[in-house]
Nanobody, 116 residues
Framework: QVQLVESGGGLVQPGGSLRLSCATS????????MGWYRQAPGKQRELVAR???????NYADSVKGRFTISRDNAKNTVYLQMDSLKPEDTAVYYC??????????WGQGTQVTVSS
């Protein structure tokens, strides 16, 4: 059973920063890619950023230039550095991991609230 454990969410003022972490119970090289999604109240879950086993990244247009996804293979952890946060970034953020067999695993989610 694979576990993805997110941490780092919280309340931050507009313009502030947060760093989310996603630690996996399985060797990170078991996954073809990993990513972050978010879901705001009343909205569908949407992609924020993904990073492949080779380090290729892609981002939602709404976060390009503000968010950075990275991975620490030695710690089996993926990070999401979020800068210049806006109120519209408020959502529950979920970590996702996809295996080479296209099996997906999800974390339990962490709340990010951007408000003054």
């Amino acid at each position: 059973q694979v576990q993805l454990v997110e941490s780092g969410g919280g309340l931050v003022q507009p313009g502030g920063s947060l760093r989310l972490s996603c630690a996996t119970s399985r060797n990170i090289f078991s996954f073809y890619d990993m990513g972050w999604y978010r879901q705001a109240p009343g909205k569908q879950r949407e992609l924020v950023a993904r990073i492949s086993i080779g380090g290729t990244t892609n981002y939602a247009d709404s976060v390009k230039g503000r968010f950075t996804i990275s991975r620490d293979n030695a710690k089996n952890t993926v990070y999401l550095q979020m800068d210049s946060l806006k109120p519209e970034d408020t959502a529950v953020y979920y970590c996702d991991a996809e295996t080479f067999q296209r099996v997906e695993y999800w974390g339990q989610g962490t709340q990010v609230t951007v408000s003054s």
